[in-house]
């Protein structure tokens, strides 16, 4: 498995504003029912700082990774025992699961994978 590409998250330039009403006469009454977008940013970073996106070339089933899936790192959590993380061995990244026992050889964590994101079609 080998990683395509990967880029550091930024903030988004513009924000969303609703706009006061343009219309003349009675407004709708279903006008307050509008929902605001769903901002990704917001609902799948906890770190913005120390986020950043992979994408992945190869597959690695066992691990629920598929192709030009894209993972979300966090670089500022701990990694506990189960997490999935990537990690650098003789200088390369790898994706491990980290072991729940310690073991002598000792795992060097970039970061620890927070989101898998996939295509279904």
């Not at 929902?35 to 950043?52: Q, V, Y």
């Not at 980290?98 to 964590?109: F, N, Y």
Request: no cysteine.
């Amino acid at each position: 498995m080998e990683f395509i590409q990967s880029q550091k998250i930024r903030r988004p330039e513009e924000r969303h504003q609703a706009e006061v009403s343009k219309q003349t006469g009675f407004p709708s009454p279903a006008t307050h029912y509008q929902e605001a977008k769903i901002d990704l940013n917001k609902e799948l970073l906890s770190h913005t700082d120390a986020a950043f996106f992979v994408r992945v070339k190869g597959d690695d089933l066992s691990l629920g990774i598929h192709n030009n899936d894209v993972l979300i790192i966090d670089r500022a959590l701990s990694a506990k025992p189960n997490n999935l993380a990537l990690t650098i061995e003789e200088g390369e990244f790898k994706i491990k699961r980290i072991p729940k026992v310690t073991s002598d050889k000792e795992l060097l964590i970039w970061g620890v994978i927070t989101y898998v994101i996939h295509a279904v079609l």
